[in-house]
């Protein structure tokens, strides 16, 4: 991660992390439309079967890490809530650019709360989501590399 003030002056980059900054905040609509980001939260901080249990955190790699890190969002090493995932705050899930997990799990409580409708709705926009995610997340690789390279072979002259 050494690269990382590089990133946001790479033009190609930072369209991608507009796409991407743009289908999360779509999806956030639809959460918050279809009550999901609320029954969620309060199922994060209350509920004794909630899905954002403590070790869900090992699913981030460096790179969705970096990502969330870029879109502002603060880490921390240690839980602010007791047994929960090490990025459920307050006032819930802390991130912004999430994993595929917790974006694709509904419950079957949310899910009958849903209806077909509202999870094909939900599972569109996260669709989305996640597909550019995965297009910056390959930029990103690519341009380290290339930085990488650029630095050893600069390094041997
Ligand atoms: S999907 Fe279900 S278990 Fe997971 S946080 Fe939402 S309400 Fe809780
Ligand atoms: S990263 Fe967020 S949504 Fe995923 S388990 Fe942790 S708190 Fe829940």
Redesign the pocket.
């Known amino acids: 991660m050494a690269y990382g003030l590089q990133v946001g002056q790479d033009r190609h980059l930072k369209e991608l992390f507009k796409r991407y900054r743009e289908a999360i905040h779509h999806t956030g609509e639809a959460m918050q439309r279809l009550g999901v980001t609320e029954a969620?939260t309060r199922c994060?901080l209350e509920g004794m079967g909630?899905?954002?249990?403590a070790g869900?955190?090992n699913?981030?790699d460096a790179v969705l890490l970096f990502i969330n890190l870029f879109f502002g969002c603060e880490l921390t090493e240690s839980p602010e809530i007791a047994g929960?995932?090490?990025?459920?705050?307050k006032e819930?899930?802390?991130?912004v650019a999430?994993?595929y997990?917790?974006?694709r799990f509904f419950c079957d409580e949310l899910r009958a709360a849903l209806g077909s409708a509202g999870v094909g709705c939900l599972n569109e926009t996260i669709g989305r989501e996640l597909g550019l995610g995965l297009e910056l997340e390959h930029g990103l690789r690519q341009f380290w590399r290339r930085l990488q390279r650029d630095n050893f072979l600069a390094g041997r002259s």
Do not use: M, P
């Open positions: 969620c994060a909630s899905c954002c249990f869900v955190e699913n981030y929960k995932c090490l990025f459920v705050g819930g899930c802390k991130l999430r994993h997990y917790c974006l």
